[in-house]
């Protein structure tokens, strides 16, 4: 059987194992944050990453995908000068062996938007894990 | 076999392709759409938002987008948008557009690293069975 919480807990636990990663973010580790705090508790320093996951593709028998969202946000101020290169980090952070049993590659990344409950300038990152159930 | 029969031969082939994907896209494109009418943040989301939650084939099923856009503004008078994304080829490529026609969909999608967000996860948890659709619909045309 799938065993989709291990791959998400990979997901999740990729970035803060990039040490250029966290050290591009404003608060180091603590800059990684659930996407579930967004709007509800304070924010760490920017910029920061909050990680959501998404809906698990495909019927039992089929090649599945375990996808998640990173998204990076940043003051408005530094528009995406600071975001891009954070990107181009997180990609590097999913090699696509990287999570065991998964083909995972980056597929997609959104467009810049302006955050509207908080203030801030955001782009997401989608990374999907290949894997049969 | 002349070339012209060959080619005129292809051509109907590419057509019946079209189409078919067209047909089976169109049939799926009900479905899509009302599982993303589902989804989202129950107490952040309107009704003219939920009720204009469409999915449709441009070319095969427009009278939908018209219809979602006249419900917002019977609902949300002035928020009611409907924006082209751009072009396409009829004769090569099928489309499926799932989509809110409000002035608020795109925030609705992104704020909070969308929290609120219906038709981003609808259209990730459909893609399977919008190409089983529409390979479906191709293998019916052919046959």
Redesign the interface.
Known sequence: MLNTAAIVNAQFSAPAASAPLVAALGAGSASIIS??R??RDPLPAVPLI?F?Q??T???SY?MRGV?C?W?V?DDPAHGTTRINPILALLEAAYPRTSITHCHTEVSGI?AE?Y????GLI?R?CTITSYTRG | MPASSLDAGLAGLKRAVIQGARQGLDQEAEALGSRAAQGGGFQNVTEAERGSTVAYVPGTSDDVLSEAAALVEGRNPGFSQVESAGSYDPDTEVLVVLTAPTTYA??LE??????DAAL??AL??G??GLTRAAADGIRGALR
């Open positions: 996407a579930q967004l709007g909050a959501r998404q809906p593709t495909g019927a089929d996808v969202q998204w946000y959104g938007v955050d509207s409950a908080l955001g997401s | 795109v925030d992104t704020r909070n690293g969308g929290a981003g996860p990730l948890a893609a399977d």
